[in-house]
C-alpha cells in the first residue's frame, strides 16, 4: 500500500500512486506482471481459508490476479467509485456491467448515438435475453423522461457522443433517479477520461471505458472496466464477468496499463489542449463547413454543458465536415482526398493513441449503415473524425494547411 494519503493529493499524485503495493520480495517499484494462470498454497488449511474467502488471497487468474488489482484500485480511485472490475475489452465491460446488473424483464433507456457493437448487444443481443431498450437523444431531458417505463432499470449513454460530439448532461440525467425507483445510470466515459470528466462524482452509479483508448494512452492493449459502488461492482464480478462468463484481463496487458495510466494526466491534457486549437483552426477554413467539438461555443447547448462538466477540458477527438463543391468534388470525395492529403494521422480507427488517428465513418466505421440512417443522427458524407495525437500542435496544424490547399 501506497503511504502517500491519496484521498488529499491531487489527480497527478494519484495517477502514480493509486492502487501501487510495494512489493514484498524484492522491493521492484514497476508493479510486477504475475504472468501465472494459477496460485498455489502452502497447505490445505490455507487453500481453504483462501477459498472460503476467510483469508484475503489469489486461487486462479480469470477470478483474481494481483497485477491486474492495482489497475482496477488506480481507475477505481481516479474516477471516485468504491471499486472497479476489469475486463479484456471495452466491450467485455459493457456486456458484463449490462448483464451483471440487470435482468430478464428490465428496460434500458440508451443513447441513440453509442458505440456500434454497444448498439448491436442492445439490439441483437439483449432481446433475446429478455432486456428491452428504447434509444432516444440523451440529450434531450424530456425525451429521456418520456421513454422511462414501470421496468426501466438503466439509463445508459455516452458523452460527449460519438461522433457528433452532442454532449449529455449528467448530472441533469443523474437526478431523475429521484423520481424513478431503481435506475443505474451507466455512463461510458471512453472519450473524456479522468482528469476531463467524472460521471460518479456527478450522480451517475457506473462508469464504463474502453480502456483500449486514453487510460492505456499507448494504442497497445485491448481493455475495459467497470466502476461503481461496491455492490454492484460485486454482482458484476460474480454474475457476469471473471470467474463465470470469463472475460478477464491478462496481467501483461494490466501491466501496460498501469505504466500508461501514470502519465494520463499529462496525455489527456496535451490532447485537450492540442484538440482545441485544431478545432478553432478548422473553425475558420474555408474548406471546412462544420466543426463539432464540445469545448467550441458555436456548439451552444452541448458547449454548455460541457462547460458545466468537463473540467474546461473538452476530450481530445474532434469531428468536422468538409464542404461539398471543393473543386467540383463531393463532399465525400473531398472527405476522402483530404485524409489521403495528410502525413502525419495514420487512417485507422479507435482514439486516444499517441499518433493522430483520422477515419470517415460515411467509408468506414459506418460504411454498412444506410446513409439516410447515418444522416439522421448527423453523420453526413463530408464527416471525418480526428483523434487529436500527442505530436507537436503547430505540425498538425501546418499539415492540415497542406492537406486543405491541397483539395
Ligand atoms: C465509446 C466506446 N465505447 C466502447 C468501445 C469498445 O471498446 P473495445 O474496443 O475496447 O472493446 C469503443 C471502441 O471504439 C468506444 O469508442
Redesign the pocket.
Known amino acids: 500500500m501506497s503511504k502517500i494519503n491519496l484521498d488529499n493529493s491531487q489527480f497527478d499524485t494519484q495517477a502514480i500512486h493509486a492502487g501501487y503495493r510495494r512489493d514484498s520480495d524484492y522491493g521492484a517499484l514497476a508493479t510486477p506482471i504475475y504472468q501465472t494462470s494459477t496460485f498455489t498454497f502452502s497447505d490445505t488449511e490455507h487453500a481453504m481459508k483462501v477459498f472460503s474467502g476467510e483469508m484475503a488471497g489469489y486461487d486462479y487468474t480469470r477470478a483474481g490476479n494481483p497485477t491486474v488489482r492495482v489497475f482496477e484500485e488506480k481507475i477505481a480511485l481516479l474516477e471516485g467509485a468504491e471499486d472497479a472490475v476489469s475486463a479484456s475489452?471495452?466491450?467485455?465491460a459493457?456486456s458484463s456491467a449490462i448483464l451483471g446488473l440487470l435482468k430478464s424483464g428490465d428496460h434500458i433507456v440508451c443513447g441513440d448515438t453509442v458505440?456500434g457493437?454497444?448498439d448491436v448487444v442492445m439490439r441483437e443481443i439483449l432481446p433475446s435475453l429478455g432486456i428491452t431498450t428504447t434509444f432516444v437523444d440523451t440529450s434531450d431531458l424530456a425525451a429521456v423522461e418520456a421513454a422511462v417505463q414501470e421496468n426501466t432499470k438503466m439509463i445508459y449513454f455516452?458523452t460527449p457522443a460519438?461522433p457528433t460530439m452532442h454532449v449529455t448532461d449528467i448530472a441533469a440525467i443523474s437526478a431523475l433517479k429521484a423520481k424513478y425507483n431503481d435506475i443505474r445510470i451507466v455512463v461510458?466515459n471512453?472519450?473524456a477520461p479522468p482528469p476531463i470528466q467524472y460521471p460518479i462524482r456527478l450522480g451517475a452509479d457506473i462508469v464504463v471505458h474502453?480502456?483500449?483508448?486514453y487510460i492505456n494512452g499507448h494504442g497497445d492493449v485491448?481493455?475495459?472496466v467497470v466502476c461503481g459502488s461496491k455492490d454492484d461492482i460485486s454482482l458484476v464480478r460474480s454474475r457476469a464477468m471473471g470467474k463465470i462468463t470469463g472475460t478477464p484481463l491478462t496481467p501483461f496487458c494490466a501491466y501496460l496499463i498501469i505504466r500508461g495510466m501514470k502519465t494520463l494526466g499529462l496525455r489527456v491534457r496535451k490532447h485537450c489542449q492540442s484538440a482545441m486549437a485544431l478545432a478553432e483552426y478548422l473553425e475558420k477554413s474555408p474548406y471546412i463547413e462544420k466543426v463539432y467539438y464540445p469545448g467550441l461555443k458555436s456548439m451552444g447547448a452541448d458547449y454548455d454543458i460541457a462547460a458545466k462538466q468537463m473540467n474546461g477540458l473538452y476530450t481530445g477527438i474532434i469531428s468536422f465536415v468538409v464542404k461539398d463543391g471543393i473543386n467540383g468534388m463531393s463532399s465525400f470525395d473531398a472527405a476522402k482526398k483530404l485524409m489521403d492529403n495528410l502525413t502525419i494521422p495514420a487512417i485507422a480507427?479507435?482514439?486516444g493513441d499517441p499518433d493522430s488517428l483520422i477515419q470517415h465513418p460515411a467509408s468506414m466505421t459506418h460504411i454498412k449503415v444506410p446513409k439516410e440512417a447515418r444522416e439522421k443522427v448527423g453523420i453526413t458524407d463530408g464527416m471525418l473524425r480526428f483523434s487529436v495525437g500527442l505530436e507537436d500542435t503547430q505540425d498538425l496544424i501546418a499539415d492540415f494547411e497542406q492537406a486543405l490547399k491541397a483539395l
Open positions: 475489452s471495452g466491450m467485455g459493457i458505440y457493437c454497444t455516452e460519438n461510458d471512453t472519450f474502453s480502456v483500449t483508448k485491448i481493455g475495459g480507427v479507435s482514439l
